[in-house]
């Protein structure tokens, strides 16, 4: 009988313990820009730390998300040196998903976006967003993203994620049915 894939796979907030497993993640997962350094993505999870999550599987770390409250018109600067979050959000952006290449097909991912989803609502953010690179606007759209309108302000901001780059939303599960 084969054996699920999820009865190992557990999905924890992201701490500073975790960083140097999401370093070796990203490092392997991102070919169309420069992985974020050390700082940068500690201070996602020290800025947001329930928002941000890792997947386990053994009691290692398999993959991970981050997302931080914030502005929709104007997401965080890719590898930022500081995060601090804006006094009125109004959506939660998913700022990076990453599963190792060797734990593909683990779960991890949907187990991830579930925690995601579960966040948004409880946040009370009516709007997630994110920004699709490499290929995974088709991924992001069986979640329920779809393709947001831009300015010209935030298409020069988007140009530095690479040239298959797209700015997506989708409303959170409280905000379509009100």
């Not at 398999?62 to 890719?78: G, N, Q, S």
Request: with cysteine.
């Amino acid at each position: 009988m084969p054996r699920n894939p999820l009865s190992t796979l557990s999905i924890h907030p992201a701490c500073n313990a975790d960083l140097p497993a999401i370093l070796r993640i990203q490092s392997r997962c991102y070919t169309a820009i420069v992985p974020e350094s050390a700082q940068s993505m500690g201070a996602k999870l020290a800025a947001s730390p329930a928002t941000c999550f890792v997947a386990q599987r053994a009691g290692d770390v398999i993959a991970y998300l981050l997302a931080l409250p914030w502005r929709f018109d104007h997401p965080p600067h890719l590898d930022a040196p500081d995060c601090v979050l804006p006094e009125e959000p109004d959506t939660l952006y998913l700022h990076d998903l990453a599963v190792d290449p060797a734990a593909r097909g683990s779960g991890a991912s949907q187990a991830l976006v579930k925690a995601f989803l579960t966040a948004l609502t409880e946040s009370g953010i009516g709007r997630a967003s994110l920004i699709a690179i490499q290929g995974s606007a088709p991924w992001w759209e069986g979640h329920g993203f779809r393709a947001a309108l831009t300015t010209p302000a935030l298409d020069a901001r988007l140009a530095g994620y690479g040239s298959d780059v797209r700015y997506m939303s989708r409303q959170s599960e409280t905000a379509r049915s009100s």
